[in-house]
Each structure stands twice: as structure tokens, then as C-alpha cells.
């Protein structure tokens, strides 16, 4: 039976679904329809072959366990997939997958996957981060104990803690937003030199003929236009001309380089899932402290239950994000790992990194919903805050603070902390800039083709 989630109520419902096996099988097809449409753009392949595939690719019934099964043999699930979408696509089914290499799919598939999951996520941390901000501004003078290494130290306010908490989750926001906007297609061929040797073949039972119809649509033969290396033609180097119209169709980013073994943006992206992961962590390790039955100065608005104390208010909501904020960081260690690959094209270092990716997205996804309903419904009791307080002083400029942290903007991109980000900008249109269709596809790229 299928892994529901019942081990993982932290990422369970939309956080898996938006990762699960089908979004990442429909993001797989997607790759190969939009690469199917890339050459055809291009006079490659016929611009039937292409409707054919993209029809096929959206509507085909593709078994999940039997690929998964079948992956077995080859290491991966999209040697099965180009099998089963050939045969779906039939007679055009040898245009399917051509001057591509697994990794080249799989890659961009998961790119798309991450995309479309970090969506509703930045969104969810757009809704946390302006309750906090309502929380910071009305108990802004709100007198509680400022506690370090476990004991009262001088009074704060839970506005300034609040604000401290908004100023994390406004920062995981920025940085998944401007990784969102860099996540690029991959496409690099067998050894990431952009060959296009196998467009002199034909395919399906119809090959021959709409080859030459390509040539045709193209003004030209088709096999000349790919032959060799991907020579250089009148609007520039053909495997250039091929990825760039590539990363258009998906809506991804153009990268600079095809990326097979270097992993800057898997890299970029398990950090600032890890940095999202502990930026939410924080206040959830807050709420379960100063929920204890002895403290009582805020708790969830909505408990969970004891299956056997029903007196219990069990702050659930912090719990299942401080869950998600423990286990991210050692994902991303695992992501950070690959980017010492060897060659060209890594045995083990790639495999390694499918799962983690996937398990990081959704604990982020799942504890952003979380923290989106624990702040929502958060209850303080400022009275209790002042009866805790054992010590004596004034909360300082915790109050001026809280207002300058108000009056700022909220950041739309991460701080620089260097000489510049690790991938390199892209040279096309991002996930929001239209393509040739005009308009953006990273959601559905094969949609109304």
C-alpha cells in the first residue's frame, strides 16, 4: 500500500500531494512534452509529432507501479516513462525524448515540482508573517520576562518577540522566492555538450514521412539543422537555440551551463528550505515553552487531544513544526553532499538527492500551513505574562524596536552574504516571464497545446 503519510502528519495532505509520486510522474511528462514542443519550435521535429506527444504526455494512462518497478533495471523512472510515452504517442512516438538524457527530465521535472509546491508555501509564509506583524503591533507594550539559557533575565514585550519571529519568517519568505524565480530547466544530452546527434533518426511507424514534413515546415532538412555537434546557424549555436526555447516551454529558468554535475541550484534551494524550516522552528519552540501548564502565557487556539488525559490542550500545531524544523537541516546536508560529483554525469551522488528533495519540500510546506494556523488562532494572556514576571527593570526600547521593525518592508529578496549568489543569472525569462505562448507555464506547461 502506498505511503499515506501516517508516520508524517506534518506533511500530510496538499504538502504531499504537490509532491507526491503523481505530481512528480505529471511533471516528468510535462518535460517531455515541452521538450517535444521546444524542437518543433526549431524545425526538428514535425510540429505534429509534437501536438501528438503533448497530447499523449497529458492524457496517456501511465501505470505508477509498474514504472516504479521497471526503474529498477535502469536506475531511474524515465527510461520506463519514454517506453510507455512512445507508445502512447505512436507514430510519432520516436520523436519522444530525443537529444535528451534521463537526468535531463528527471532534473527538470523536480525543478517544476519545487516550483509549483513553493507556490502556496511563499504564500502561507506571506499570511504568517503579516499576523505577526498584528501580534508585534498589538502587544507592543506588553510586558513579559525575557528568559536566557532557561532563566528570567530582564522584562521584554511580546511584541518584540513577535516581531523577532516576523523578521525570520519575512527572511525564509525572500529566499524562497528568489530560489523559486532560479529554479532552471536541465538539458545538456548524454554528457552535458548539448549534442543533438540522434535528430538524423526517424520515428514510429510514420518516421520517415514527417521527418520530411519537419524539413519542410523548417524551410529546410531537418537532418542538416541538427547534424554534427548542433552547428552554428543564423540565430546561433542550435543546442543553445534548443535549451533556450526548452526552459521557455517549462517556464523555468535558462541556466548558463547545463548543470548534470553542477548542483547550485539543488544546493541553493536545500538551504533555503533548511533556513525556511528553522526560521519557522523558532517561534514553534517559543509557543511549546510558553504554553506549559507552570508558564500559560499563550497557547494554540486550537489544541490537540490526549488519547488518554482529556484535560490536556496539547500545543499541536507548534509540535508538528518543531518536528519538521529537526529533520530538514539533515536533508539538506544530504543535498548538500551531491555537489561533489564526479565527471560528468555522478553514479550515486544524483540518485542520492530525489528523496530528500521531495521529504524537504513537503516538511516545509506542511509547517508553513502549520504556522499559518498556529499564528492565526494564537491566544496571549498578557495578564499571566506580568504575574510571571519575577524580575525587576523596564523592557528598555523593546517598544521602539518593535516599531522600526514594523516600518520597515518586509524583504523581497535574501540579504546578500557575499560577492554574489551561487547560481549564476539566468539568461532567459524566469517562472514568471510568458513564453512563446504568452504567458507563464511553469504551473502547466503543457496546457492548451
Given amino acids: 500500500m502506498a505511503d499515506v503519510g501516517l508516520l508524517s502528519p506534518m506533511r500530510a495532505g496538499a504538502a504531499a500531494e504537490e509532491t507526491g509520486d503523481a505530481a512528480v510522474l505529471r511533471a516528468m511528462l510535462d518535460a517531455e512534452a515541452a521538450l517535444a514542443r521546444a524542437q518543433a519550435s526549431l524545425g ?28 529498477r533495471a535502469g536506475g531511474n523512472p524515465v527510461i520506463p516513462l519514454v517506453e510507455d510515452l512512445r507508445a502512447a504517442a505512436e507514430p510519432f512516438g520516436g520523436y519522444v525524448h530525443r537529444g535528451a538524457t534521463s537526468q535531463d527530465i528527471l532534473d527538470t521535472a523536480l525543478m517544476l515540482v519545487a516550483h509549483r509546491a513553493l507556490g502556496p508555501v511563499t504564500d502561507d509564509l506571506g499570511r504568517v ?32 518577540k513577535a516581531a523577532g519571529w ?63 555537434g548542433g552547428g552554428h546557424e543564423a540565430g546561433g549555436d542550435l543546442g543553445l537555440r534548443l535549451l533556450g526555447a526548452f ?15 553542477l548542483r547550485a541550484p539543488v544546493a541553493d534551494l536545500a538551504g533555503a528550505l533548511a533556513f525556511a524550516a528553522g526560521a519557522l522552528g523558532k517561534p514553534a519552540a517559543d509557543v511549546l515553552v510558553l504554553s506549559r501548564t507552570e508558564i500559560a502565557e499563550v497557547r494554540e487556539g486550537t489544541g490537540g487531544r490526549s488519547s488518554s488525559m482529556p484535560h490536556k490542550h496539547n500545543p499541536v500545531r507548534a509540535t508538528m513544526i518543531a518536528a519538521a524544523a529537526r529533520q530538514v537541516p539533515a536533508l539538506a546536508a544530504i543535498l548538500y553532499g551531491s555537489l561533489a560529483a564526479e565527471e560528468e554525469r555522478p553514479p550515486g551522488a544524483w540518485h542520492a538527492e530525489w528523496q530528500p528533495l521531495r521529504e524537504a519540500l513537503r516538511l516545509v510546506a506542511g509547517a508553513a500551513r502549520d504556522a499559518a494556523e498556529l499564528v492565526a488562532d494564537l491566544r496571549v494572556d498578557p495578564v499571566r505574562m506580568r504575574a510571571n514576571l519575577a524580575v525587576e527593570g523596564t523592557p528598555g526600547s523593546a ?51
Avoid: K, N, Y
Fill in 247 to 261: 526552459a521557455a516551454e517549462t517556464g523555468l529558468a535558462e541556466p548558463v551551463l547545463p548543470w548534470h554535475v
Fill in 44 to 71: 526538428l521535429i514535425p510540429v505534429r509529432a509534437a501536438e501528438v506527444v503533448t497530447v499523449a504526455a497529458r492524457d496517456g494512462a501511465f501505470d505508477m507501479v509498474s514504472l516504479a518497478e521497471r526503474a
Fill in 166 to 228: 516576523r523578521e525570520l519568517v519575512a527572511g525564509a519568505r525572500a529566499r524562497l522566492l528568489a530560489v523559486r524565480e532560479a529554479l532552471p530547466a536541465q538539458l545538456g544530452g548524454p554528457a552535458g555538450t548539448l549534442a543533438q546527434r540522434d535528430f538524423r533518426m526517424t520515428g514510429g511507424d510514420g518516421g520517415h514521412e514527417a521527418a520530411g514534413d519537419a524539413g519542410h515546415e523548417a524551410g529546410g532538412d531537418v537532418g542538416h539543422a541538427a547534424g554534427g
Fill in 399 to 449: 517598544a521602539a524596536l518593535v516599531t522600526r521593525a514594523l516600518s520597515t518592508p518586509a524583504p523581497s529578496t535574501p540579504p546578500s552574504s557575499g560577492p554574489g549568489p551561487s547560481t549564476p543569472p539566468p539568461s532567459r525569462p524566469g517562472p514568471s516571464t510568458p513564453g512563446p505562448s504568452g504567458r507563464g507555464r511553469a504551473e502547466h506547461p503543457g496546457e492548451g497545446a
Fill in 129 to 160: 508573517a503579516e499576523r505577526l506583524a498584528g501580534l508585534a503591533a498589538e502587544h507592543r507594550d506588553t510586558v513579559m520576562a525575557a528568559r536566557t539559557l532557561t532563566q528570567q533575565a530582564v522584562p521584554t514585550t511580546f511584541g518584540l
